[in-house]
């Protein structure tokens, strides 16, 4: 059955969910307060990333991130702050931090990154998209011995996981990147991962679903969520009210705003992140991770993306030119012939990634609201993992068997 269907959010969540819901029939607006051509959405590293199977919230990560708090340029930087729900996301984020989070959470993340991955390819098969798209693998760049040790850790927690990884030498290394130095005692290379150039996609699947008669509503700020039995009846912005049989939260970082509406605290953490892109002939052809840095690299098309860093610090756009000169830093560091001028750090830009306690997405229904979908919290992922969470929440709405089990995903749970 047809269903009038309200995404609030055009990110790469949201507009996967368009483009799954309109393929079962149903009626589609999106609506989202910006332009929708920036954010998070647009200045990510366009990662397709099954290796990345260690959430976040990992043994060691809260130590370490006490530790960064002192160094506004390190890799994660938690600002501490008096805000009630900041509060309870650190104590959340902390009982989080476990072996027995993280072997529950390496399943589902390489399903959903693995689903994704096909999906793009299906996407672009379909739709006779040109959006660019390759599957050149991922090197983990190490400079120290002790870094290389815990990838190649990592790397073997992926091969049990079926991935396709192998540790190379620095025969190997120059091998494959001939045209460009690098500094590094050793690295991996994940066969299994692809990237592509998220601003192509982006415009073409906008493009895509207002053919076929989504509705945009740009501009436009959701203030309030109107409730009756458990339902929302209708939704108001900052220009109108708004009706429809069922609704998707895909506000990114903004959605746990939402989420108090239906009295459901959903524990959510902004985490920005930068980039610098450069036109430079950079040699690079394969996308690669700084391991010691957590700095992105990304050869797109027609330029090369660094993206890096994670600051928690709430809801802001601001510029941090100090971790902006960071990224930068570390760019020389591994790739000595790099130098990322002026010009190219002033244009950086940033974006807010929606990070949930335990390294886990938030996609499903709330028990406190019955046609109100929820899907965020991808924090790093969001990318990763976007074609698998709208075709999640196109089976949720359209009451389908879903693809993967996200039990897990719950928005309800606890931590």
């Known amino acids: 059955m047809s269903k009038k269907i309200i995404i609030i959010g055009g990110g790469i969540i949201g507009l996967c969910s368009a483009y799954y819901l309109k393929k079962e029939g149903h009626s589609i607006s999106i609506i989202d307060q910006s332009n929708m051509d920036s954010g998070a959405s647009y200045v990510n590293a366009g990662f397709l990333t099954p290796s990345h199977i260690i959430p976040l919230s990992a043994p060691g990560v809260m130590k370490k991130g006490f530790k960064w708090m002192l160094n506004p340029a390190s890799p994660l930087y938690i600002k501490p702050r008096l805000d009630v729900d900041f509060l309870k996301w650190t104590y959340a984020f902390n009982k989080s931090c476990t072996a027995t989070n993280v072997k529950k959470a390496i399943p589902l993340i390489k399903e959903l990154n693995l689903l994704s991955q096909a999906l793009y390819d299906a996407i672009k098969q379909d739709e006779n998209f040109t959006f660019h798209l390759e599957k050149n693998g991922l090197l983990m760049l190490c400079q120290t011995d002790k870094m290389l040790e815990e990838e190649l850790h990592t790397a073997r927690i992926a091969k049990g996981e079926g991935l396709d990884v192998s540790e190379i030498s620095l025969d190997e290394l120059k091998m494959l990147e001939p045209k460009i130095s690098i500094s590094a005692v050793g690295a991996i290379h994940y066969k299994c991962d692809s990237h592509s150039t998220p601003q192509e996609f982006m415009m073409e699947m906008k493009t895509y679903l207002k053919n076929e008669g989504v509705q945009f509503l740009t501009n436009e700020k959701v203030e309030d969520l109107v409730l009756v039995n458990q339902k929302i009846v209708s939704l108001k912005t900052n220009k109108q009210t708004l009706e429809a049989d ?66 928690i610090a709430g ?35 940033s974006g807010l990634r929606p990070v949930s306690p335990d390294g886990l997405p938030y996609i499903g229904k709330s028990t406190k609201c019955s046609n109100l979908t929820i899907a965020t919290g991808h924090a790093m992922m969001g990318w990763s993992m976007a074609p698998a969470t709208g075709k999640l929440v196109s089976e949720i709405i359209s009451e389908k068997h879903l693809s993967i089990a996200i039990q897990n995903c719950h928005p309800d749970r606890a931590f």
């Open 246 to 311: 069922e609704f998707v939260l895909a506000a990114g970082s903004w959605s746990a705003f939402l989420t108090k509406k239906i009295g459901l605290n959903l524990l959510l953490q902004a985490g920005k992140g930068y980039r610098i892109n450069t036109h430079q002939s950079t040699g690079i052809s394969i996308p690669a991770i700084l391991a010691e840095a957590k700095v992105a690299v990304t050869p797109m098309n027609g330029y090369t993306r660094f993206a890096g860093t994670m600051e």
């Open 315 to 349: 809801i802001n756009n601001a510029i941090n030119t100090v971790r902006v000169e960071a990224i930068s830093k570390a760019v020389s560091q591994y790739y000595p012939e790099i130098k990322l001028n002026d010009s190219e750090k002033n244009e950086a830009a």
